[in-house]
């Protein structure tokens, strides 16, 4: 159990859709990670927070936001959902904004219809 | 942009021989992480490499951090089955801090028993 919890582990929406991934870090992390992961591929990053502060930005799509909020759990936002966002959502946190290692949770599994 | 491209894709072994995965990036990086993903798992922090050149070592594992700090490889000697499972280079691209970590495609890694 990395500490990392996210919710839902699974979603099953149709296209044009919006849903709402949620993520709560490991105790006195400060810092978020959002990736994603589609079918044999590797790990898209697509946005970091630091103590509710966006810190950096991967090649996130503009349907897509995300914001940490002051209790420090994470939320990414996903509209006008297409097949192709079908994919595992990771969110990750750490304790230091620019080092150290990422603990990952479970995941959780989006599948458009 | 800012990639890190991981060879070979695949790797089919026969347990007990060695296996080996190469990270190469297109631009300075601060530092890199590698990661380990079972199927159907998350991705697990293995390492951190920080130095120009630097080598660590762990049981079977080694890890290394070219001179130019561009590339990075894992090498497993004496595979076993438990070795089974996606393998990930992340880097922090730059010379300066940077809370971006941009990941590997990976290396799945299948052990014959």
């Known amino acids: 159990d990395s500490g990392v919890t996210q919710t839902p582990k699974h979603l099953i929406t149709a296209t044009g859709q919006r849903v709402t991934l949620r993520c709560s870090p490991r105790s006195g992390d400060l810092s978020v990670y959002w990736y994603q992961q589609s079918l044999d591929q590797g790990l898209q990053f697509l946005i970091q927070?630091?103590?509710?502060?966006?810190?950096a930005k991967g090649n996130i799509l503009e349907r897509f936001s995300a914001q940490q909020f002051p209790d420090l759990h994470s939320e990414l936002n996903l509209s006008s959902l297409e097949l192709g966002d079908s994919a595992l959502y990771f969110c990750?946190?750490?304790?230091?904004?620019?080092?150290?290692?990422?603990?990952f949770g479970e995941g959780s599994r989006l599948t458009v219809l | 942009g800012q990639q890190v491209m991981q060879i070979p894709q695949y790797q089919h072994v026969q347990e007990g021989e060695d296996f080996t995965t190469y990270c190469n990036s297109s631009t300075t990086l601060s530092n890199i992480q590698w990661y380990k993903q079972r199927p159907g798992g998350h991705p697990v922090f293995l390492i951190q490499?920080?130095?120009?050149?630097e080598v660590k070592k762990q049981k079977r594992l080694t890890f290394q951090f070219g001179e130019a700090k561009k590339n990075s490889s894992l090498h497993i000697t004496a595979t076993q089955t438990t070795d089974v499972g996606t393998y990930f280079c992340a880097g922090r691209p730059g010379s300066s801090n940077t809370g971006k970590l941009i990941f590997g495609q990976g290396t799945t890694l299948q052990v014959k028993p």
């Open positions: 990750a946190s750490t304790r230091q904004e620019h080092t150290g290692e990422l603990f």
């Open positions: 490499l920080v130095k120009s050149g």
């Open positions: 927070y630091y103590n509710g502060e966006e810190r």
